[in-house]
């Protein structure tokens, strides 16, 4: 937006941006393109999406083109914080007033104001916030979804100054014709914890937390390889958006399987690991009447992510996955096993070995890191554990964010 401003255009391309979003699943994927889209038509440097919950503002997104410049950036959006829904901090009095909130300096706001800027974020990172556009996102009934925060609106020659007024007054329609779908990525996400929540009864080890950072691991490794292998954004978002899911039902199968070998203490005979490599199966059967490419990628990762690279994996050749007398066949080899599941095997696998067991304590990241670096190109592609290792700062943000809760 600027001296060329046009509103017909404005209103078009956000009803196009709400018509992409409506073909996205997952509600990382939904925040990130809500927020380019909103500080393409601001010019905004910066910004947060904060999304309720628990009566809270839970920091949920952030975008910023002067600090975040490679892959490891990617790390910010996993930071977990949540901030309470008072008048005193800027995104809180945008939530409880339900009001566009336009700030021309954040350094410069009136002491008579309820609301103040926190300068700790600048004075750790050595940005400096000024002009900031704070916009709260309604659903269709009025209800309170969250907050878009945009920093530093930039003009053509790149100097920051105040949002332009068309800002203050087209900008709320993109963010409530957003809300639509991020709660939509909100039902979706929680849908699949739940699904895994009745495997988490059959198998302890599947727990919610466990296949969150498995579905990230595998979104940010894919995004490592598709940046270094030039994919187009769109294409790149799309798939991940897809893979973000899809990996979090990589174990949805072992609801098939019987307690009495997914519980058992001790080592389990050639007969019992026949039935768990089963579970393959079980999980891609699952997919059977495909309505999406998001099925059809949770059936690939549920029945191949037990392949290995050099062979030797589960379930192998299996012609007729239907069949009641399904046997395992010829394992899969090199780029016969889908990508997304050559992914989900190193997420996996990460997480089984840095996670704590009833027969094993967690290991160190750098330990669980040789493992993957002195399997690859037998168990594991080598690309794919070429591009975990670039990300490993990423990793640790997963990781910190996604924690095992005590049990009782």
């Given at each position: 937006m600027g001296n060329d401003f046009c509103p017909d255009a404005t209103v078009r391309t956000i009803l196009k941006a709400t018509e992409e979003l409506n073909t996205l699943n997952d509600v990382d994927t939904i925040l990130d393109k809500i927020l380019w889209e909103a500080r393409q038509l601001s010019g905004a440097d910066a910004g947060s999406i904060f999304l309720v919950k628990d009566g809270q503002l839970n920091f949920s997104y952030v975008q910023n083109d002067t600090l975040f410049q490679t892959d490891e950036s990617n790390a910010a959006i996993y930071t977990?914080?949540?901030l309470p829904m008072t008048e005193d901090s800027i995104v809180g009095y945008a939530a409880l007033t339900g009001e566009t909130l336009v700030i021309d300096d954040a350094y410069e706001i009136e002491a008579t104001k309820p609301y103040s800027f926190n300068k700790s974020f600048d004075e750790k990172s050595g940005y400096r916030t000024t002009?900031?556009?704070?916009?709260?996102?309604?659903?269709?009934?009025?209800?309170?979804?969250?907050?878009?925060?945009?920093?530093?609106?930039?003009?053509?020659?790149?100097?920051?100054?105040?949002?332009?007024a068309e800002c203050v007054t087209y900008l709320p329609l993109l963010a409530n014709n957003a809300s639509v779908a991020i709660q939509r990525g909100i039902i979706n996400r929680e849908l699949i914890l739940r699904m895994m929540q009745?495997?988490?009864m059959r198998d302890p080890t599947e727990t919610g937390p466990h296949v969150q950072r498995v579905g990230a691991y595998c979104a940010e490794i894919y995004h490592r390889m598709a940046t270094k292998r030039g994919v187009c954004i769109k294409e790149t978002k799309r798939y991940r958006d897809h893979?973000?899911?899809?990996?979090m039902l990589h174990d949805v199968g072992k609801v098939g399987i019987s307690d009495t070998i997914l519980k058992k203490p001790g080592k389990l005979t050639n007969e019992e690991f026949a039935i768990i490599k089963m579970h393959t199966v079980m999980g891609a059967r699952l997919f059977k009447n495909q309505t999406s490419d998001l099925d059809h990628m949770s059936m690939e990762i549920a029945l191949r992510h037990h392949e290995k690279w050099a062979g030797n994996g589960y379930p192998g050749n299996v012609p007729d996955i239907w069949s009641d007398s399904v046997q395992p066949g010829t394992p899969l080899t090199g780029k016969a096993i889908p990508l997304s599941a050559r992914i989900c095997a190193v997420a996996?696998?990460?997480?089984?070995?840095?996670?704590?067991?009833?027969y094993k304590?967690?290991?160190?990241?750098?330990k669980a890191y040789m493992i993957l670096q002195d399997d690859a190109g037998t168990h594991f592609d080598p690309e794919v554990v070429e591009a975990f290792m670039d990300i490993t700062g990423v990793i640790k943000a997963i990781q910190a964010k996604y924690q095992e809760q005590p049990h009782d």
């Open positions: 977990d914080f949540a002009s900031m556009l704070n916009l709260p996102i309604k659903s269709h009934e009025n209800k309170l979804v969250g907050v878009m925060q945009l920093i530093n609106a930039r003009n053509r020659q790149g100097e920051v100054g105040p949002f332009p009745m495997a988490e893979i973000r899911l899809a990996a996996d696998v990460f997480d089984a070995l840095t996670s704590h067991r009833s304590d967690a290991w160190p990241n750098e």
